[in-house]
């Protein structure tokens, strides 16, 4: 064999073993289908895929209490974005425990059970904080999916050193590919401006130019067309939602007693909000015997 006939059998077999690999190769997200029938996912922003949440931790819209102000701006919100009209990205912040991560999921659910009302599909999608990095890949993976998304980040802050904020900032408004039309973002945070007071502090001390410095972190909350804050609640709030919880798992009790308890407990806690209420009342019905979950 002449070594030009040699050097096209190596080239053939060479081939041959390349697409043998691309075949072994796992589907490009390009490949594999966004979504499947599942109406939540998460976002995993190392593979770059969409893992379904077959069942959503939440409650019902109608177990929230106190809240009903945001409740009512949020709800309106995302019903219009569900009907396809214009709608804003929010930021709900403040106190802890006050059912900001509660109720997002809570009008997604509501939204996905009155799908008689016109709305199309809508998707709920969480992207962890560490992920934000990715959210550029994520929005081009769901850009032209018919459907529409709430990509929703819990916890949302940042700490020095941290760049990822440019991102989000870029997706939210002022970049090039910007965000698709079928896509809103909802985040909660205890800060108000996402950033830590003494974070902000330190920017405008060691800046060259101070102004700026700061202006690009604090503007990021700017970006949000929504700002709903969750303040801490007084003792009839609280003792509303003790009642509304109850009432909700079928709790026996008598008022008084009940509203003893809660005082008790809220002093004991040290702090009144729908999450100290909840855990009331899980107590009670364990000591009745019942389920709370």
């Given at each position: 064999m002449n070594s030009k006939a040699y050097l096209a059998e190596i080239s053939?077999?060479?081939?041959?073993?390349?697409?043998?690999?691309?075949?072994?190769?796992?589907?490009?997200?390009?490949?594999?289908?966004?979504?499947?029938?599942?109406?939540?996912?998460?976002?995993?922003?190392?593979?770059?895929?969409?893992?379904?949440?077959?069942?959503?931790?939440?409650?019902?819209?109608a177990m929230l209490k106190g809240i009903d102000a945001v409740q009512d701006i949020l709800l309106r919100n995302t019903e219009q974005f569900a009907r396809g009209h214009?709608?804003?990205?929010?930021?709900?912040?403040?106190?802890?425990?006050?059912?900001?991560?509660?109720?997002?999921?809570?009008?997604?659910?509501?939204?996905?059970?009155?799908?008689?009302?016109?709305?199309?599909?809508?998707?709920?999608?969480?992207?962890?904080?560490?992920?934000?990095?990715?959210?550029?890949?994520?929005?081009r993976r769901i850009a032209d999916e018919p459907a529409r998304f709430i990509v929703f980040c819990d916890d949302l802050s940042f700490d020095n050193g941290e760049t990822s904020y440019k991102s989000l900032k870029t997706i939210l408004d002022g970049g090039l590919e910007g965000r698709p039309d079928n896509v809103l973002f909802y985040a909660t945070s205890n800060r108000r401006h996402l950033m830590p007071r003494d974070m902000i502090e330190n920017e405008r001390s060691t800046a060259i130019n101070p102004g700026e410095a700061v202006e690009e972190k604090v503007s990021l909350s700017d970006r949000f067309g929504l700002w709903l804050g969750?303040?801490?609640?007084?003792?009839?709030?609280?003792?509303?939602?003790?009642?509304?919880?109850?009432?909700?798992?079928?709790?026996?009790?008598?008022?008084?007693?009940?509203?003893?308890?809660?005082?008790?407990?809220?002093?004991?806690?040290?702090?009144?909000?729908?999450?100290?209420?909840?855990?009331?009342?899980?107590s009670l019905a364990g000591e009745m015997g019942k389920s709370a979950p």
């Open positions: 053939a077999k060479l081939e041959a073993i390349a697409n043998a690999l691309k075949a072994l190769a796992p589907a490009t997200e390009t490949d594999a289908p966004a979504l499947g029938a599942a109406n939540a996912y998460h976002w995993d922003g190392d593979s770059g895929q969409l893992v379904a949440v077959p069942r959503v931790s939440r409650v019902p819209l214009g709608a804003n990205n929010a930021l709900l912040w403040g106190a802890r425990g006050m059912g900001k991560s509660s109720l997002v999921k809570a009008i997604h659910g509501d939204i996905i059970t009155r799908a008689d009302a016109g709305f199309a599909r809508l998707v709920l999608i969480e992207i962890a904080r560490e992920d934000l990095d990715t959210l550029p890949a994520l929005m969750f303040h801490n609640c007084d003792q009839p709030t609280f003792l509303t939602m003790v009642r509304g919880y109850a009432g909700y798992y079928g709790l026996e009790i008598d008022d008084a007693v009940l509203e003893a308890r809660a005082i008790e407990w809220a002093a004991t806690r040290g702090a009144r909000s729908g999450r100290v209420a909840i855990q009331l009342v899980r």
